[in-house]
């Protein structure tokens, strides 16, 4: 069984930071390319940043220079890290495994609120 569960969401004033992770189980981790995408209130899921198993990443340009997605192989987890926090990152954030092209998993989401 499959399993994708993220944490580290919440409530940062703007300018905050907030590191996400995500734990698999259920697969073999270091052959996905694992990514977090967001959903806000009224629109669509977007991608905000994806690594592939070989550690290439990229990035949402709303995002570039502020986000950094990592992983650690060892632990079946990757990480968000998300620096100068703005009003319009609030969102659902949701960490995915798949390849290049597709999704094959999804987590259940966390969120993250950014206001003063």
């Known amino acids: 069984q499959v399993q994708l569960v993220e944490s580290g969401g919440g409530l940062v004033q703007p300018g905050g930071s907030l590191r996400l992770s995500c734990a698999a189980s259920g697969i073999i981790f270091n052959i996905y390319t694992m990514g977090w995408y967001r959903q806000a209130p009224g629109k669509q899921r977007e991608l905000v940043a994806r690594i592939t198993d070989s550690g290439h990443t990229n990035y949402a340009g709303s995002v570039k220079g502020r986000f950094t997605i990592s992983r650690d192989n060892a632990k079946n987890t990757v990480y968000l890290q998300m620096n100068s926090l703005k009003p319009e990152d609030t969102a659902v954030y949701y960490c995915?495994?798949?390849?290049?092209?597709?999704?094959?998993?999804w987590g259940q989401g966390t969120q993250v609120t950014i206001s003063s």
């Open positions: 995915s495994a798949g390849s290049i092209i597709t999704t094959d998993y």
